[in-house]
Every structure is written in C-alpha cells, then in structure tokens.
Nanobody, 124 residues
Framework: QVQLVESGGGLVQAGGSLRLSCVAS????????MGWFRQVSGQEREFVAA???????TNADSVKGRFTISRDNAKNTVYLQMNNLKPEDTAVYYC??????????????????WGQGTQVTVSS
C-alpha cells in the first residue's frame, strides 16, 4: 500500500520561508517521479513543481526563483523549499507520486498517488 505523508506546513508572514516534506512508502521511490501541487478552496488543484528520478526538476512560473523541489532517495523523501512567500501562496499543498517514468510531469492526471495535504497560510 502506497502512502505519502506531508509535513511542514503552517502559518508564516509574507517574505518568510517554509520547507515541506513528503515521506513515501510502498513504492520504489528512487525511480518514481514526484510532484507538488496546491489547491485553494473552491479552485482547481494547480501544479507547483516536479522532479524526476535523476533530480531534474521544473517549477510553475508563479513560483520560479522562490520555490525549490528536491529529493533524498535514501530517505524516501521529497522536499519543497519555499522562500519569499506571498499571501497568494496560501493553499493546501499536496505531494504526488507516479509509479514510473523518466519525464517531468506537470499534469495532475499523470500521478498515481496523493498525500493528504498540508496547509500553508501566508499572512500579509
């Protein structure tokens, strides 16, 4: 059974930083493409960042230069370092995993497994 467990969310002032973590179990993590998405209540889930097995990554334009995705295959963990946070970054952040693949996947439908989400709130 695949499980993705996010942590690290919270309340932060604009300009501050947070690091989200997602620990995966039940899948071959080292070969799994991973991604972060976010969702504001009443809106569609949107892509934030993706990373493939080799560490190559891509970000949404809205977070370029501020957010960094990384992974530690020894710990089965993917991270999202968020710097210079803005109120518009407020959302529930979800970790996602795909069983296999070598590309960088930005579409929600490309992922097979999802975490429960962690709330990030940025105050102005």
């Amino acid at each position: 059974q695949v499980q993705l467990v996010e942590s690290g969310g919270g309340l932060v002032q604009a300009g501050g930083s947070l690091r989200l973590s997602c620990v995966a179990s039940g899948l071959t993590f080292s070969s799994s493409p991973m991604g972060w998405f976010r969702q504001v209540s009443g809106q569609e889930r949107e892509f934030v960042a993706a990373i493939n097995w080799s560490g190559s990554s891509t970000n949404a334009d809205s977070v370029k230069g501020r957010f960094t995705i990384s992974r530690d295959n020894a710990k089965n963990t993917v991270y999202l370092q968020m710097n210079n946070l803005k109120p518009e970054d407020t959302a529930v952040y979800y970790c996602a995993a795909r069983r296999r693949g070598s590309l960088l996947y930005t579409a929600e439908r490309a992922y097979d497994y999802w975490g429960q989400g962690t709330q990030v709130t940025v105050s102005s």
